[in-house]
């Protein structure tokens, strides 16, 4: 989903989400073609994509792309690819995302995106794990990217 007119709110909640390994590389192909199509005369600014795992088990990958023309952002499209690579292991999906505009006196913006996956230990029993987030960014292109997994 992208993000429009996010000026008009301080927060605003998004989606983008895709699974398995073919159709996470259509996601990733459709959202390409789609930042590739909109007008953005400064150039399309993307953070190096954040990739956790649990190696073997899931793949959790959060980009964002944003455009901003004379210093206002004019879209903003954060996506989160989930991989499950076991049956063991299943994806719960997004369970917290956010863009906020930036304070009065400034111009960072922040994106966040909490995700969760649960996997099954040898008894059957499932335990969860919440990979996040978090890309403070400006209209220019630099960003900062905060990132980590949590218990569920």
Not at 22 to 38: G, P, Q, W
Not at 51 to 63: F, I, K, Q, S
């Amino acid at each position: 989903m992208t993000i429009k007119n996010v000026l008009a709110g301080s927060v605003v909640l998004c989606a983008g989400l895709a699974f398995g390994g073919a159709e996470a590389s259509a996601e990733e192909a459709s959202a390409e073609e789609t930042n590739a199509a909109r007008p953005c005369a400064s150039g399309v600014k993307t953070i190096k994509p954040v990739v956790l795992e649990d190696p073997g088990r899931w793949t959790y990958t959060y980009n964002l792309s944003w455009c901003a023309d004379g210093g206002t952002v004019a879209w903003i499209e954060p996506s989160v690819i989930a991989r499950v690579h076991t049956p063991a292991c299943r994806w719960v999906g997004r369970i917290e995302e956010s863009l906020q505009k930036p304070p009065q006196g400034s111009s960072q913006w922040t994106a966040t995106d909490t995700s969760e996956f649960s996997c099954a230990d040898n008894a059957g029993k499932e335990h969860g794990v919440n990979p996040w987030v978090i890309v403070n960014f400006v209209p220019a292109g630099a960003y900062k990217i905060t990132s980590g997994i949590d218990p569920a």
